[in-house]
Protein backbone atom coordinates (compact mmCIF):
# COMPACT_ATOMS: atom_id res chain seq x y z
CA UNK A 1 0.00 0.00 0.00
CA UNK A 2 3.01 2.41 0.79
CA UNK A 3 4.72 2.22 -2.60
CA UNK A 4 0.97 2.11 -3.99
CA UNK A 5 0.49 5.38 -2.68
CA UNK A 6 4.24 6.51 -4.00
CA UNK A 7 3.59 5.75 -7.31
CA UNK A 8 0.39 7.67 -7.18
CA UNK A 9 2.16 10.74 -5.61
CA UNK A 10 0.37 10.98 -2.44
CA UNK A 11 3.43 11.54 -0.84
CA UNK A 12 1.65 12.49 2.71
CA UNK A 13 -0.05 8.95 2.87
CA UNK A 14 3.14 6.96 1.94
CA UNK A 15 4.78 8.69 4.43
CA UNK A 16 2.01 8.01 6.87
CA UNK A 17 2.05 4.21 5.73
CA UNK A 18 5.92 3.39 5.97
CA UNK A 19 5.73 5.04 9.48
CA UNK A 20 3.40 2.59 10.41
CA UNK A 21 5.51 -0.02 9.47
CA UNK A 22 8.47 0.96 10.97
CA UNK A 23 6.84 1.54 14.01
CA UNK A 24 6.60 -2.71 14.35
CA UNK A 25 9.71 -3.60 12.89
CA UNK A 26 9.91 -5.97 14.73
CA UNK A 27 7.13 -7.83 13.23
CA UNK A 28 8.59 -7.08 9.48
CA UNK A 29 11.33 -9.18 7.71
CA UNK A 30 14.53 -7.96 7.12
CA UNK A 31 13.57 -7.00 3.38
CA UNK A 32 10.73 -5.80 4.30
CA UNK A 33 12.00 -3.31 6.76
CA UNK A 34 14.28 -1.65 4.20
CA UNK A 35 12.12 -1.25 1.80
CA UNK A 36 9.88 0.44 3.78
CA UNK A 37 12.68 2.81 4.40
CA UNK A 38 13.59 2.88 0.70
CA UNK A 39 9.98 4.20 -0.14
CA UNK A 40 9.54 6.35 2.58
CA UNK A 41 13.10 8.25 1.71
CA UNK A 42 12.06 8.45 -1.96
CA UNK A 43 8.91 10.12 -0.86
CA UNK A 44 10.21 12.30 1.08
CA UNK A 45 12.95 13.25 -1.65
CA UNK A 46 10.20 14.30 -3.98
CA UNK A 47 7.62 16.18 -1.50
CA UNK A 48 11.08 18.09 -1.21
CA UNK A 49 11.72 17.34 2.71
CA UNK A 50 15.65 16.73 2.55
CA UNK A 51 16.21 17.45 6.23
CA UNK A 52 13.57 14.85 6.93
CA UNK A 53 14.76 12.39 4.38
CA UNK A 54 18.10 13.16 5.61
CA UNK A 55 17.12 11.70 9.62
CA UNK A 56 15.20 9.14 7.87
CA UNK A 57 18.30 7.51 5.84
CA UNK A 58 20.08 7.93 9.00
CA UNK A 59 17.63 6.03 11.14
CA UNK A 60 17.50 3.78 8.70
CA UNK A 61 21.48 3.00 8.46
CA UNK A 62 21.03 1.84 12.13
CA UNK A 63 17.75 -0.17 12.17
CA UNK A 64 19.10 -2.09 8.76
CA UNK A 65 19.62 -5.77 9.92
CA UNK A 66 21.17 -6.55 6.07
CA UNK A 67 24.55 -5.83 4.72
CA UNK A 68 22.56 -4.61 1.50
CA UNK A 69 20.28 -2.12 3.61
CA UNK A 70 22.98 -0.59 4.85
CA UNK A 71 24.44 -0.11 0.88
CA UNK A 72 20.69 1.18 0.54
CA UNK A 73 20.74 3.62 3.26
CA UNK A 74 24.43 4.91 2.54
CA UNK A 75 23.30 5.80 -0.83
CA UNK A 76 19.98 7.62 0.74
CA UNK A 77 22.40 9.88 2.71
CA UNK A 78 24.07 10.57 -0.39
CA UNK A 79 21.45 11.75 -2.34
CA UNK A 80 20.06 13.76 0.50
CA UNK A 81 23.21 16.08 0.21
CA UNK A 82 23.28 16.16 -3.52
CA UNK A 83 19.86 18.09 -2.65
CA UNK A 84 20.77 20.06 -0.53
CA UNK A 85 24.31 21.00 -2.92
CA UNK A 86 26.92 18.99 -0.72
CA UNK A 87 28.04 17.23 -3.69
CA UNK A 88 31.61 16.32 -1.92
CA UNK A 89 29.62 15.01 1.10
CA UNK A 90 27.50 12.91 -1.19
CA UNK A 91 30.37 11.68 -3.57
CA UNK A 92 32.18 10.25 -0.50
CA UNK A 93 29.38 8.43 0.75
CA UNK A 94 28.93 6.70 -2.86
CA UNK A 95 31.86 5.82 -2.77
CA UNK A 96 31.48 4.06 0.79
CA UNK A 97 28.28 2.60 -0.71
CA UNK A 98 29.63 1.75 -3.68
CA UNK A 99 32.41 -0.27 -2.00
CA UNK A 100 30.30 -2.44 0.40
CA UNK A 101 28.11 -3.02 -3.28
CA UNK A 102 30.91 -4.44 -4.55
CA UNK A 103 32.38 -6.83 -1.69
CA UNK A 104 28.50 -8.13 -1.21
CA UNK A 105 28.27 -8.75 -4.90
CA UNK A 106 24.99 -6.69 -4.82
CA UNK A 107 23.74 -5.50 -8.45
CA UNK A 108 21.03 -3.24 -7.45
CA UNK A 109 23.19 -1.02 -4.92
CA UNK A 110 26.20 -0.52 -8.02
CA UNK A 111 23.44 0.37 -10.69
CA UNK A 112 22.47 3.14 -7.98
CA UNK A 113 25.31 4.08 -6.80
CA UNK A 114 26.49 4.73 -10.56
CA UNK A 115 23.31 6.71 -10.85
CA UNK A 116 23.85 8.75 -8.48
CA UNK A 117 27.37 9.54 -9.71
CA UNK A 118 26.05 10.28 -12.61
CA UNK A 119 23.79 12.90 -11.82
CA UNK A 120 26.19 14.42 -9.71
CA UNK A 121 28.63 14.54 -12.94
CA UNK A 122 26.22 15.76 -14.97
CA UNK A 123 25.20 18.59 -12.48
CA UNK A 124 28.83 19.54 -12.46
CA UNK A 125 29.27 19.78 -16.33
CA UNK A 126 30.65 16.23 -16.98
CA UNK A 127 28.09 14.91 -18.67
CA UNK A 128 29.81 12.73 -21.06
CA UNK A 129 31.15 10.25 -18.25
CA UNK A 130 27.58 10.48 -16.54
CA UNK A 131 26.27 9.02 -19.62
CA UNK A 132 28.61 5.83 -19.57
CA UNK A 133 27.77 5.38 -16.06
CA UNK A 134 23.69 5.98 -16.64
CA UNK A 135 24.35 3.27 -19.65
CA UNK A 136 25.79 0.64 -17.43
CA UNK A 137 23.07 1.24 -14.40
CA UNK A 138 19.86 0.91 -17.21
CA UNK A 139 21.46 -2.21 -18.45
CA UNK A 140 21.54 -3.33 -14.87
CA UNK A 141 18.03 -2.59 -13.86
CA UNK A 142 17.05 -4.04 -17.07
CA UNK A 143 18.18 -7.20 -15.77
CA UNK A 144 17.09 -7.36 -13.12
CA UNK A 145 13.46 -5.77 -14.10
CA UNK A 146 13.56 -3.04 -11.69
CA UNK A 147 10.90 -0.16 -13.01
CA UNK A 148 11.97 2.42 -10.92
CA UNK A 149 15.22 2.03 -11.81
CA UNK A 150 14.07 1.77 -15.10
CA UNK A 151 12.61 5.20 -15.30
CA UNK A 152 14.70 6.80 -12.79
CA UNK A 153 17.67 6.24 -14.91
CA UNK A 154 16.14 7.05 -18.47
CA UNK A 155 15.24 10.43 -17.09
CA UNK A 156 18.83 10.73 -16.41
CA UNK A 157 19.98 9.67 -19.40
CA UNK A 158 17.29 12.33 -21.32
CA UNK A 159 18.81 15.25 -19.15
CA UNK A 160 22.42 14.16 -20.77
CA UNK A 161 21.32 14.12 -24.07
CA UNK A 162 19.76 17.38 -24.25
CA UNK A 163 22.64 19.17 -22.30
CA UNK A 164 24.43 17.34 -25.07
CA UNK A 165 23.04 18.80 -28.07
CA UNK A 166 21.28 15.39 -28.38
CA UNK A 167 17.54 16.58 -28.57
CA UNK A 168 15.78 14.13 -30.64
CA UNK A 169 17.72 11.58 -28.39
CA UNK A 170 16.63 13.30 -25.31
CA UNK A 171 12.90 13.55 -26.53
CA UNK A 172 13.17 9.51 -27.33
CA UNK A 173 14.38 8.96 -24.13
CA UNK A 174 12.49 10.36 -22.13
CA UNK A 175 9.17 9.66 -23.85
CA UNK A 176 10.15 5.94 -23.24
CA UNK A 177 10.24 6.72 -19.59
CA UNK A 178 7.02 8.33 -19.91
CA UNK A 179 5.31 5.15 -21.26
CA UNK A 180 7.32 3.17 -18.54
CA UNK A 181 5.50 5.51 -15.82
CA UNK A 182 2.29 5.00 -17.55
CA UNK A 183 2.41 1.02 -17.62
CA UNK A 184 2.92 0.77 -13.79
CA UNK A 185 0.86 3.89 -12.87
CA UNK A 186 3.49 5.69 -11.73
CA UNK A 187 1.83 9.82 -11.15
CA UNK A 188 4.70 10.46 -9.19
CA UNK A 189 7.34 10.68 -12.05
CA UNK A 190 5.51 10.42 -15.61
CA UNK A 191 4.58 14.22 -14.31
CA UNK A 192 8.87 15.04 -13.88
CA UNK A 193 8.63 13.15 -17.84
CA UNK A 194 6.43 15.80 -19.29
CA UNK A 195 8.14 18.51 -18.13
CA UNK A 196 11.28 17.68 -19.25
CA UNK A 197 10.23 16.84 -22.19
CA UNK A 198 8.48 20.63 -22.63
CA UNK A 199 11.90 21.35 -21.57
CA UNK A 200 13.62 19.39 -24.51
CA UNK A 201 11.17 21.08 -26.46
CA UNK A 202 12.29 24.67 -25.46
CA UNK A 203 15.47 23.63 -26.82
CA UNK A 204 14.49 22.95 -30.30
CA UNK A 205 12.20 26.77 -30.46
CA UNK A 206 8.72 24.73 -30.68
CA UNK A 207 7.69 26.63 -27.64
CA UNK A 208 3.88 25.94 -28.27
CA UNK A 209 4.77 22.28 -27.99
CA UNK A 210 6.92 22.87 -24.61
CA UNK A 211 3.95 24.68 -23.23
CA UNK A 212 1.39 21.68 -24.33
CA UNK A 213 3.68 19.47 -22.00
CA UNK A 214 4.23 21.84 -18.73
CA UNK A 215 0.74 22.24 -19.08
CA UNK A 216 0.47 18.62 -18.84
CA UNK A 217 3.19 18.12 -16.36
CA UNK A 218 0.99 20.33 -14.39
CA UNK A 219 -2.53 19.11 -14.88
CA UNK A 220 -1.13 15.96 -12.92
CA UNK A 221 1.35 17.26 -10.67
CA UNK A 222 0.47 16.42 -6.98
CA UNK A 223 0.15 18.84 -4.56
CA UNK A 224 2.48 22.07 -4.97
CA UNK A 225 4.00 22.75 -7.90
CA UNK A 226 7.56 21.72 -8.07
CA UNK A 227 10.13 25.06 -8.48
CA UNK A 228 11.58 23.49 -12.11
CA UNK A 229 7.76 23.46 -13.59
CA UNK A 230 6.67 26.85 -12.15
CA UNK A 231 10.21 27.59 -13.87
CA UNK A 232 9.47 26.25 -17.44
CA UNK A 233 5.87 27.66 -17.61
CA UNK A 234 7.59 30.99 -16.97
CA UNK A 235 10.03 30.66 -19.50
CA UNK A 236 7.26 29.02 -21.85
CA UNK A 237 5.05 32.26 -21.65
CA UNK A 238 8.09 34.47 -22.10
CA UNK A 239 8.81 32.84 -25.10
CA UNK A 240 5.44 33.41 -26.64
CA UNK A 241 4.86 36.73 -25.98
CA UNK A 242 3.34 36.46 -22.38
CA UNK A 243 6.20 38.43 -20.74
CA UNK A 244 4.24 40.13 -17.86
CA UNK A 245 2.56 36.46 -17.01
CA UNK A 246 5.84 34.60 -17.22
CA UNK A 247 7.84 36.74 -15.46
CA UNK A 248 5.49 36.11 -12.37
CA UNK A 249 6.20 32.38 -12.55
CA UNK A 250 9.82 32.48 -12.19
CA UNK A 251 10.12 34.90 -9.48
CA UNK A 252 7.52 32.71 -7.90
CA UNK A 253 10.02 30.00 -8.90
CA UNK A 254 12.70 31.27 -7.26
CA UNK A 255 10.53 31.17 -3.35
CA UNK A 256 9.55 27.69 -3.99
CA UNK A 257 12.74 26.84 -4.99
CA UNK A 258 14.44 28.89 -1.99
CA UNK A 259 11.85 27.73 0.72
CA UNK A 260 12.44 24.23 -0.18
CA UNK A 261 16.29 24.62 -0.16
CA UNK A 262 16.69 22.98 -3.69
CA UNK A 263 19.77 24.49 -4.70
CA UNK A 264 20.42 23.04 -8.11
CA UNK A 265 16.71 23.88 -9.14
CA UNK A 266 17.28 27.44 -7.44
CA UNK A 267 19.93 27.93 -9.41
CA UNK A 268 18.40 26.96 -12.70
CA UNK A 269 15.47 29.27 -11.38
CA UNK A 270 18.15 31.87 -11.64
CA UNK A 271 19.25 31.71 -14.89
CA UNK A 272 15.86 31.22 -16.44
CA UNK A 273 14.89 34.72 -14.52
CA UNK A 274 18.40 36.43 -15.20
CA UNK A 275 18.12 35.84 -19.14
CA UNK A 276 14.34 36.29 -19.06
CA UNK A 277 14.89 39.85 -17.19
CA UNK A 278 17.79 40.51 -20.13
CA UNK A 279 15.45 40.16 -22.87
CA UNK A 280 12.88 42.46 -21.47
CA UNK A 281 15.05 45.13 -21.00
CA UNK A 282 15.54 44.95 -17.15
CA UNK A 283 19.53 44.48 -17.41
CA UNK A 284 20.40 45.64 -13.35
CA UNK A 285 18.39 42.85 -12.62
CA UNK A 286 19.81 40.39 -14.65
CA UNK A 287 23.10 41.56 -14.00
CA UNK A 288 22.56 40.98 -10.15
CA UNK A 289 21.23 37.74 -10.53
CA UNK A 290 23.59 36.68 -13.01
CA UNK A 291 26.57 37.60 -10.50
CA UNK A 292 25.05 35.74 -7.65
CA UNK A 293 24.73 32.34 -9.81
CA UNK A 294 28.06 32.67 -11.02
CA UNK A 295 28.55 33.30 -6.78
CA UNK A 296 27.09 29.90 -6.51
CA UNK A 297 28.11 28.22 -9.19
CA UNK A 298 31.66 28.82 -7.99
CA UNK A 299 31.34 27.31 -4.16
CA UNK A 300 29.52 24.30 -5.88
CA UNK A 301 32.03 23.61 -8.03
CA UNK A 302 29.55 23.91 -11.01
CA UNK A 303 30.86 24.45 -14.37
CA UNK A 304 27.25 24.50 -15.56
CA UNK A 305 26.35 27.23 -13.36
CA UNK A 306 29.05 28.84 -14.03
CA UNK A 307 29.07 28.97 -17.90
CA UNK A 308 25.27 29.90 -18.05
CA UNK A 309 25.78 33.31 -15.45
CA UNK A 310 28.93 33.85 -17.49
CA UNK A 311 26.84 34.66 -21.02
CA UNK A 312 24.37 36.21 -19.04
CA UNK A 313 26.61 38.73 -17.09
CA UNK A 314 28.29 38.91 -21.52
CA UNK A 315 24.95 40.48 -22.89
CA UNK A 316 24.53 42.53 -19.71
CA UNK A 317 27.37 43.98 -20.25
CA UNK A 318 27.74 44.50 -24.20
CA UNK A 319 24.08 46.29 -22.95
CA UNK A 320 25.68 48.59 -21.02
CA UNK A 321 28.57 49.19 -24.22
CA UNK A 322 31.15 47.87 -22.21
CA UNK A 323 32.51 45.65 -24.74
CA UNK A 324 35.94 44.73 -22.94
CA UNK A 325 33.64 43.37 -19.98
CA UNK A 326 31.92 41.81 -22.05
CA UNK A 327 34.65 39.95 -24.39
CA UNK A 328 35.97 38.80 -21.02
CA UNK A 329 32.73 37.33 -20.26
CA UNK A 330 32.14 35.35 -23.23
CA UNK A 331 35.37 34.00 -23.14
CA UNK A 332 35.35 32.88 -19.70
CA UNK A 333 31.64 31.19 -20.81
CA UNK A 334 33.91 29.84 -24.04
CA UNK A 335 36.39 27.98 -21.95
CA UNK A 336 33.58 26.67 -19.43
CA UNK A 337 32.00 25.90 -22.52
CA UNK A 338 34.26 23.62 -24.12
CA UNK A 339 34.76 21.79 -20.33
CA UNK A 340 31.06 20.97 -20.32
CA UNK A 341 30.50 19.84 -23.73
CA UNK A 342 27.00 21.54 -23.31
CA UNK A 343 26.51 21.87 -27.67
CA UNK A 344 24.10 24.32 -27.00
CA UNK A 345 26.16 26.90 -24.46
CA UNK A 346 29.03 25.79 -27.04
CA UNK A 347 27.18 27.08 -30.44
CA UNK A 348 26.09 30.23 -28.04
CA UNK A 349 29.53 31.35 -26.81
CA UNK A 350 31.29 30.91 -30.20
CA UNK A 351 27.99 33.66 -31.85
CA UNK A 352 28.33 35.66 -29.01
CA UNK A 353 32.16 35.90 -29.52
CA UNK A 354 31.93 35.81 -33.16
CA UNK A 355 29.66 39.36 -32.78
CA UNK A 356 31.80 40.37 -30.14
CA UNK A 357 34.87 40.51 -32.57
CA UNK A 358 33.44 41.36 -35.69
CA UNK A 359 34.82 44.52 -35.74
CA UNK A 360 37.99 44.85 -34.59
CA UNK A 361 39.08 40.79 -35.13
CA UNK A 362 36.58 39.70 -38.72
CA UNK A 363 38.88 37.02 -39.23
CA UNK A 364 38.64 35.79 -35.98
CA UNK A 365 35.03 36.41 -35.86
CA UNK A 366 34.15 34.48 -39.02
CA UNK A 367 35.81 31.40 -37.37
CA UNK A 368 33.46 31.60 -34.54
CA UNK A 369 30.95 32.36 -36.78
CA UNK A 370 31.32 29.17 -39.03
CA UNK A 371 31.90 26.93 -35.93
CA UNK A 372 28.93 27.92 -33.98
CA UNK A 373 26.87 27.55 -37.89
CA UNK A 374 28.84 23.60 -37.92
CA UNK A 375 27.03 23.24 -34.78
CA UNK A 376 23.60 23.85 -35.00
CA UNK A 377 23.71 22.14 -38.76
CA UNK A 378 24.49 19.22 -36.49
CA UNK A 379 21.78 19.54 -33.74
CA UNK A 380 19.42 20.46 -36.69
CA UNK A 381 20.36 17.46 -38.59
CA UNK A 382 19.80 15.11 -35.63
CA UNK A 383 16.17 16.32 -35.08
CA UNK A 384 14.59 13.51 -37.50
CA UNK A 385 11.14 15.14 -37.60
CA UNK A 386 11.34 17.36 -40.20
CA UNK A 387 8.93 20.08 -39.20
CA UNK A 388 10.57 20.60 -35.73
CA UNK A 389 14.28 20.64 -37.46
CA UNK A 390 12.37 23.61 -39.83
CA UNK A 391 10.79 25.05 -36.57
CA UNK A 392 14.90 24.75 -34.90
CA UNK A 393 16.56 26.31 -38.00
CA UNK A 394 13.94 29.05 -38.25
CA UNK A 395 14.05 30.38 -34.69
CA UNK A 396 15.52 33.97 -34.52
CA UNK A 397 18.72 33.23 -32.66
CA UNK A 398 19.24 30.36 -34.94
CA UNK A 399 18.73 32.20 -38.22
CA UNK A 400 20.54 34.70 -37.03
CA UNK A 401 23.91 32.80 -36.77
CA UNK A 402 23.02 30.22 -39.99
CA UNK A 403 22.21 33.45 -42.13
CA UNK A 404 25.22 34.84 -41.60
CA UNK A 405 27.29 32.06 -42.94
CA UNK A 406 25.11 30.82 -46.16
CA UNK A 407 21.46 32.10 -47.16
CA UNK A 408 20.67 28.37 -47.50
CA UNK A 409 19.61 28.03 -44.57
Known sequence: MAKAAYRAAQYAQS????????????????????????????????????DTGMETADRWLIDTRRANGRVDALLSQARMWDRKGELDRALELIDEANQAATINGYARGLATASRFRADILWERGDSEAGLVLLKQALATYERLRDMDGQILTLISIGIVHYLTGRLLGAIQTTLRAAHLCESVSDLAHVWIA?????????????????????????????????????????VDLVAVGRAEEGLVQLRQALIVAAQRGDKDNMLQVIT???????????????????LQLL?????????????????????????????????????????????????????????????MLAEEQPALAAVHQTIAADMLNSIALSIEDRELRDIFRNAPPIARVLHAISDEY
Not at 199 to 207: I, V
Not at 209 to 226: T, V
Request: hydrophobic share 40%.
Open 15 to 50: IILCEQLIAVKERLTDTELDEAYRVLVAAQEDAVEY
Open 295 to 355: DEGRKLGSERHMLRASLILGYCAKSDGDSIAAQHYFQDGFMLAQQTGDKTMIWQTHAALAE
Open 194 to 234: YNNLGEYYQQTYAMEKALFYHEKARSIHPGPLDSDLIRNLG
Open 272 to 290: SLADALYHTGEVAEARTLA
